[in-house]
């Protein structure tokens, strides 16, 4: 659970850098009326974020309006992947406004077949059939309706398991919340459907043994027969620690559900368009999916979601029998085509993997000289610092949301610690920052480290 910002201004240090710029205190006392409304008329649920009020944010920095400047290292939360408040993103958007086209669903438009085209035409065979929707969560469902319904058509009722991962995410709603791996975020279910189960995750950190015999002996201990599995749902990496699963692993996942009949989903809300270091995050394991789902890094900003998938699944429902009002609205459409071509027009994937080289091997070298991080995961520009009590896998919360602050304070912006305990700092910047941009907020996240724990 996150942890609650306070709101009394404290003196920090002024910083004053090529990528950084901290003048005031903090959290800054003209911005205290802003946060004050917000904490009166929102639910507490909304509490959880740093007390950092947006002015504008550009490329891989955030501007406050009282001249504070941060290197970001949040993407929003996954979402700027081309960067923020791109011209040519911001370009398209106006453009489609001033078109006087806001809205047209349920009739067709050609910014909808522009895009749907774009992506299809970016996907490896099979995929090749495109569904827009407005959030993650949406796709979730609607990946978790897709295996349901095939397994349903094909097998019957008695195939109807959703296999997930301990500790995923998912989304928050009913269908989501429920192959999520969390428990505390679902204790509100009450009744839960008997048919979502969830098995260890091979981190290779808190699960140790990442074979695929893992896999098969915890469907076995759920009491779980291959038979009755409609479809696999996993985070293509673990949002919550930035784990990947092994390579093999996933190869011979993809090979059981094809010879049990089942589909293979990779949410793939975190990990698509160039996070990762390629275009999408399943192509490290060397398989492609049944079904995957996109949100946030897909647009770089407007509200925009897509499941895609073997159109032999996609096409299970009939016409107007998978709709969502806000499917395909123009103006987010028109952001979507302006982030993916940025994303492929400046190889924003390479982009990832290179800085993403000098991300983790620097953040390796700070994990040596901490006990307190216990483990670093990720591959291009996503990566979980897991801190933990020295000597042990417990995660360390508190630290975590320190580290947090103090690396705020100093210039560096990320969103509060997520994961088990609260216990990882995720970083995760828009896949256009530079290398020394890049160097300079891993100093950061050491200086942090080092007042807080030598
Ligand atoms: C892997 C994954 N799936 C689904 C979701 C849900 O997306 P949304 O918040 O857009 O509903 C998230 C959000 O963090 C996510 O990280």
């Not at 709101?7 to 003209?30: C, G, H, M, S």
């Not at 609607?142 to 500790?167: F, P």
């Not at 429920?178 to 091979?202: E, H, R, S, T, Y």
Request: hydrophobic content about 40%.
């Amino acid at each position: 659970m996150s942890r609650e910002y306070a709101l009394e201004p404290r003196k920090v240090a002024p910083v004053q850098t090529e990528y950084r710029t901290i003048v005031t205190d903090f959290p800054v006392p003209e911005s205290l009326p802003i946060l004050r409304t917000l904490r009166e008329t929102e639910p507490v649920a909304m509490q959880g974020q740093p007390p950092v009020v947006w002015d504008r944010a550009e490329g891989f920095q955030v501007y406050d309006r009282w001249g504070n400047r941060w290197i970001d290292w949040s993407s929003g939360v996954l979402i700027t992947n081309a960067g923020h408040g791109r011209q040519e993103i911001v370009d398209a958007v106006v453009r489609q406004a001033q078109s006087h086209l806001l809205t047209n669903y349920c009739f067709p438009s050609e910014i909808r077949a522009s895009l749907v085209s774009r992506i299809a035409g970016l996907l490896p065979a099979p995929l090749e059939k495109v569904f827009l929707l407005t959030t993650g969560s949406e796709t979730v469902e609607c990946a978790i309706k897709l295996c349901r319904t095939q397994a349903l058509r094909k097998y019957g009722r008695e195939k109807n398991v959703i296999v997930s991962y301990d500790k995923a995410f998912h989304g928050r709603t009913l269908g989501s919340q429920q192959a999520g791996g969390i428990p505390a975020l679902k204790d509100w279910i009450v009744n839960f459907d008997p048919g979502f189960v969830q098995i260890p995750f091979p981190d290779g950190f808190r699960t140790e043994d990442t074979s695929f015999e893992g896999f098969e002996r915890a469907l076995k201990d759920l009491g779980v027969q291959p038979s009755q599995v409609a479809g696999v749902i996993m985070e293509t990496y673990q949002g919550g620690s930035a784990a990947f699963a092994p390579k093999e692993y996933m190869q011979k996942l993809r090979d059981w559900c094809t010879n049990n009949g089942a589909l293979l989903v990779c949410d793939e809300v975190q990990a698509g368009f160039g996070r990762t270091g390629t275009m999408f995050g399943f192509e490290h394991y060397g398989i492609v999916p049944d079904l995957a789902t996109f949100g946030k890094g897909i647009s770089s900003s407007l509200p925009l979601a897509a499941v895609v998938g073997r159109a032999d699944i996609m096409d299970l429902h009939p016409p107007g029998s998978m709709t969502s009002t806000h499917t395909g609205n123009p103006i987010c459409c028109a952001a979507a085509l302006a982030s993916i071509d940025l994303v492929v027009k400046e190889d924003l994937p390479g982009n990832s993997r290179r800085i993403g080289a000098i991300l983790h091997s620097e953040l390796k070298r700070v994990q040596k000289r901490f006990p307190q991080i216990g483990c670093v995961d990720g591959k291009g520009l996503v990566a979980g610092v897991a801190c933990v009590k020295p000597g042990t896998k417990e995660p360390d919360g508190d630290l975590a949301f320190k580290v947090n602050e103090r690396c705020i304070e100093k210039g560096v912006l990320l969103f509060s610690p997520v994961g088990l305990g609260g216990g990882t700092v995720k970083i995760c910047p828009p896949l256009v920052i530079n290398e020394a941009a890049t160097r300079e907020s891993v100093a950061v996240l050491e200086e942090s480290f080092a007042e807080l724990v030598d």
